[in-house]
């Protein structure tokens, strides 16, 4: 049974990530319109939202420790701070500054916090593989560490994440695989490309439990995660969850969505999963300046993290050429600036 402890921190994370989600929304428009240049403004390049899937990230990243892996979708801010990824070096890297997580180059799909195990990529299902290593790591260093890959429901048929179900089965390692199921990937509406209707029943090829939670409520994502990880720990091997999420926005900013029927949009935006976490922690008795509190905190931390990575300096164009390989040779900057 979940303690109110726990939904308070689940709660102060989704507002958080909510909140944080219409900050950058705002910064991101400044300066692209009218024609929507894409590399203009503080924030250039792609931004993918998550606002209605914040119950995913909460309630599995709830159960981890920071000695836990996390391997995140390209919508990677809601599973980001619930992982406890440093707010202020993950929205410096955002606006693309030098201080950010991978100094201003990686953008917003690409976030790494070492101190925190935590990872994302703009590749679909690219984290399940790297989720699997850290699995077998820890197994192998005979810890009780996990791994967990989060992935959307569009990427449950690439070969990269059958593969990775495999493997975690076979040598049944400490791994969790969440599918975000929002219904799209990005204009494909999931039926046109996915032959089960419950991606949880993809584990059934992969002699693993497979567990779908069908609401966005981030109470059932704690209970059914606690479950997995526990499993997880306790080296019993890996679990497939899969979580109804909504996308409230489109698929990233800017999208027009004339491909989504408004119904979908406006159901989208009714089931909210902050709302039910609200009306869970009142039923245990909270009171509303709890709630406000969690709230006021939330927004804080959000406004101190924008303002204080926009004060922060642009790279050195020159940075561009440092940090493309492991361990390169000597000179291969000058190689990649063209041989001078
Ligand atoms: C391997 C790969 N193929 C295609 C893309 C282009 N792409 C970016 S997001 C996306 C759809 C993802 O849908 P889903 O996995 O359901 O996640 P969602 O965006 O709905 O959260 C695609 C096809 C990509 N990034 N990586
Ligand atoms: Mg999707």
Redesign the pocket.
Known sequence: MIGVTELEEMLENMVTARHYEERLQEEYLEGKQPAFDISAGPIPGEL?L?AG?EASGAGVCQHLRDDDTVTG???PHHVAIAKGVDLKRMTAEIFGRETGLCKGKGGHMHLFDPDVNFSA??????GCPPAVGAALASKKRNEDSVAVAF??????D?G?FLESLNLASVHDLPVIFVV???????S?P?GRVTDVENGAQRADGFDMPGHRVDHDDATAVYEAAGEAVGRARDGNGPTLLEVQ?H?RMG??MGDAEAYRPDTDTERAQHLDSIDRLEADLRATGADEGTIEEIRSRAKERVEDAIEWAKEQPEPDPEEAYEDVFTNPPDGYAETLRGGE
Do not use: C, T, Y
Request: proline share 3%; glycine share 12%.
């Open positions: 993918h998550a899937h979708p390209h919508r990529s703009g590749i679909i299902a690219e992935l959307g429901e569009g990427a449950i690439q990269g975000e199921d929002n219904d799209w990937a990005i494909m999931k999420v996308r698929h990233f």
